[in-house]
C-alpha cells in the first residue's frame, strides 16, 4: 500500500507570493492533517480536514488555508509568503480522526 | 492545555548502551501515546504507541509503556545501534479534537 504523498519536495518562493502544497493520504484514510515544522517553534499542527469538512484549526494566522477534495487529497495554501513561513509542512493521513497518523516525507519551503 | 515535555537533548551514546529518552504529558482526558522518530532529511515514522493506561508498545526493540499515575510514556532501548542516532518525538493525541501534540524532540547520537 502506498504511503503519504506529498508535492512538492521542495519549494523556494520570495515574500508576498503565495504557495500551495498537495498531499495524496494512504488510499482509504478519510482524515488528513497539516504540521509545521521548524528549529524555533517545533512541530506545530496546522488544521485537519475530513470528508472535505476543517474540523479542526491550529494557531495560524488566516494567511494559512487549506481544502480537502472527494478523493481525500488535501491542499494547503499559504497567501503572502513572509521570512518566517520558512518550514517543513508535513501531512499526515489515518483512517479516523484520532487514530494513528501516518506522515509523507514533508515539502521544504523556503521564503527568501 | 494539554502539553508533552521530553528531556533535552542532545543525548550521546555508544553503541550497545541502555537508552532511556523521557517523556511525561498533561491531559484533560484519556490520551494516545506516541512516540515518532524522525531520520536526517526525512519524515515522521511511526515507533510505537499505546491506547490505554498500561499498554506497552514495541517495535525494532524499543518499548515505552504507558503509566497513568506518572503520567509518563518513557522510551527504552536495551542495546542501541548507531542506526538509532536521530530524532525521537512524543505525541499525545486526544479523540476530542483531532490533533497531535508534540513534545520539543530528542536527538539521539549513537557513537560506534
Known amino acids: 500500500k502506498a504511503g503519504v504523498t506529498q508535492t512538492p519536495r521542495y519549494l523556494i518562493k520570495t515574500r508576498g507570493q503565495q504557495v500551495t502544497l498537495s498531499c495524496s493520504p494512504i488510499?482509504?484514510?478519510?482524515?488528513v492533517s497539516w504540521y509545521q515544522q521548524t528549529p524555533g517553534q517545533g512541530l506545530q499542527f496546522l488544521f485537519e480536514?475530513?470528508?472535505?469538512?476543517?474540523?479542526n484549526k491550529g494557531n495560524f494566522p488566516g494567511r494559512f488555508s487549506g481544502r480537502q477534495f472527494s478523493n481525500s487529497r488535501s491542499e494547503m495554501n499559504v497567501s503572502t509568503l513572509e521570512l518566517g513561513d520558512s518550514a517543513l509542512y508535513l501531512c499526515?493521513?489515518?483512517?479516523?480522526?484520532?487514530?494513528?497518523?501516518?506522515f509523507g516525507p514533508g515539502t521544504r519551503l523556503l521564503v527568501l | 492545555g494539554d502539553s508533552v515535555t521530553q528531556m533535552e537533548g542532545p543525548v550521546t551514546l555508544s553503541e550497545e548502551a541502555f537508552l532511556t529518552i523521557n517523556c511525561t504529558y498533561t491531559?484533560?482526558?484519556?490520551?494516545?501515546l506516541f512516540w515518532y522518530v524522525q531520520y536526517p532529511g526525512e519524515g515522521l515514522q511511526l515507533l510505537l504507541k499505546?491506547?490505554?493506561a498500561d499498554d506497552k508498545g514495541s517495535n525494532k526493540g524499543f518499548e515505552a509503556t504507558y503509566r497513568k499515575e506518572t503520567t509518563s510514556f518513557h522510551l527504552e532501548k536495551g542495546s542501541v545501534q548507531v542506526s538509532d542516532s536521530a530524532v525521537y518525538f512524543c505525541?499525545?493525541?486526544?479523540?476530542?479534537?483531532?490533533?497531535?501534540?508534540w513534545g520539543a524532540g530528542t536527538k539521539l547520537i549513537i557513537k560506534p
Open positions: 499526515a493521513s489515518s483512517f479516523l480522526a484520532g487514530e494513528t497518523q501516518y
Open positions: 488510499s482509504g484514510h478519510r482524515s
Open positions: 480536514y475530513f470528508s472535505e469538512t476543517q474540523r
Open positions: 491531559a484533560t482526558g484519556y490520551p494516545s
Open positions: 499505546a491506547t490505554k
Open positions: 505525541a499525545l493525541s486526544e479523540q476530542s479534537n483531532y490533533q497531535l501534540i
